[in-house]
């Protein structure tokens, strides 16, 4: 099969030839159709430190797909050939305790398709049938190539309630763009997004009713003001991994705000804590996506409304996956799908 392998340990991806995966009696074969590309995929093509400490070569990266089941193994009897399907890209344990006590999520021993195993940027990818998320015939395979993007914004913003509360979302990233939509669909009186970057505010205002704020150019105190909120922010969504965001946001909640952080910034950050002290701020660190109730959640609200088709900016056959990881860097994209059909 074609494959997308980080083969070297160097910036780039190569397109290989590799033998389709065996799988285990309690697996499945799937048939890719779509990937997403993720800033994971972008490190990892980069060759940063992250990636270098992180990834094994050779090695089949990407985490983000849709497609069909080919081939079960002989243990698993609740999915059918010919499934339409995702997947929950994260493969755990079952000893831990978190494990035990059925927060998947938090299993230490957490191992990611793509980063650790491999991937889904080829023709096949094995993956337990445990971690398989049959998809609903009115979700499109574009869409189910972003759900493991998709859920990290269901996770972050379903973290606190939203009914009613202002929202502020850092970061308009993808995201922090579906962050934002779901906080509109879940009941948000006012949310506002920020970014220093134009394309992405506006990318922002076409996938979700938001308010975009360039923190470059305004301060988030006059929106507060011009939006009659009392003192700031009830819920934030941490979502640019940018140290300066983080303030900004500390600065904008109110008393008892709370705040969900799954940017992930470089290195120690030094953050105000008196700030959040004094403002008795609840701040929650979020990683992944709950398994599985984030993806029944998702699941639901694209089935209720909820409307993200807008972020993916950019198609290409999987050949052409040299334009889709330029795309990815320009700063101007939302999702690049890659059709691996
Ligand atoms: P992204 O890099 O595409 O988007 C981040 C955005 O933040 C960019 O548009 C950037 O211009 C913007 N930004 C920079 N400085 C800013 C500032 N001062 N104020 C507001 N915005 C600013 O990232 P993404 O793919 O949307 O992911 C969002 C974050 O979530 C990243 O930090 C990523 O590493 C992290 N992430 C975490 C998990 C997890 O499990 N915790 C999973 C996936 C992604
Ligand atoms: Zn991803």
């Known amino acids: 099969m074609i494959a997308l392998e980080k083969t070297h340990a160097r910036e780039g991806l190569w397109q290989v030839e590799a033998p389709v995966p065996e799988i285990g009696p309690d697996d499945v074969l799937i048939r890719v159709k ?25 090695l089949i990266t990407g985490h983000e797909f849709a497609g069909e089941i080919v081939e079960l193994g002989r243990n698993v009897k609740d999915l059918a ?43 096949y990818v094995r993956l337990p049938a445990f971690n398989v998320v049959p998809l609903p015939d009115e979700i499109s395979d574009d869409i189910g190539a972003i759900l493991d993007p998709l859920g990290n914004a269901v996770h972050t913003a379903l973290s606190f309630d939203l009914i009613g509360e202002d929202v502020l979302v850092t970061g308009a990233g993808p995201i922090g ?14 949310v506002v997004i920020t970014d220093v970057n134009p394309d992405r505010l506006a990318l922002a205002t076409r996938v979700a009713d938001v308010v975009p704020v360039n ?40 008393m008892g705000g709370r705040i969900a952080m799954l940017g992930i910034p470089p290195g120690k950050s ?21 398994i599985f109730e984030t993806w029944y959640k998702m699941i639901a609200m694209l089935q209720n409304g909820l409307d993200v088709s807008g972020l993916i900016t950019h198609r290409f056959p999987a050949a052409e996956f040299e334009a889709g990881f330029a795309a ?3 700063g101007a994209s939302g999702k690049v799908v890659l059709d691996w059909t």
């Open 81 to 123: 050939l010919g499934q339409r399907c995702s997947g929950e890209g994260h493969l755990i344990g079952t000893t831990s305790r978190q494990s035990r006590a059925g927060k998947f999520h938090l299993d230490p021993a957490t191992r990611g398709i793509g980063v650790n195993e491999q991937g889904a940027f080829a023709e």
């Open 328 to 330: 990815m860097m320009s």
């Open 270 to 290: 030094p953050v105000d804590w008196s700030r959040i002290v004094f403002k008795a701020i609840t701040i929650k660190g979020v990683y992944g996506r709950e």
């Open 177 to 190: 763009i579906m962050a934002a939509a779901v906080a509109r669909h879940a009941g948000a009186r006012h």
């Open 34 to 58: 779509k990937t997403g590309i993720c800033g994971t995929d972008v490190h990892i093509w980069n060759w940063d430190e992250w990636a270098a400490n992180t990834v094994p070569t050779p």
């Open 215 to 254: 923190v470059a150019e305004r301060e988030l105190s006059e929106i507060i003001g011009q939006l009659g909120m009392l003192q700031g922010f009830d819920v934030g969504l941490e979502m640019s991994g940018n140290q300066a965001a983080l303030d900004q946001m500390v600065e904008a909640m109110t």
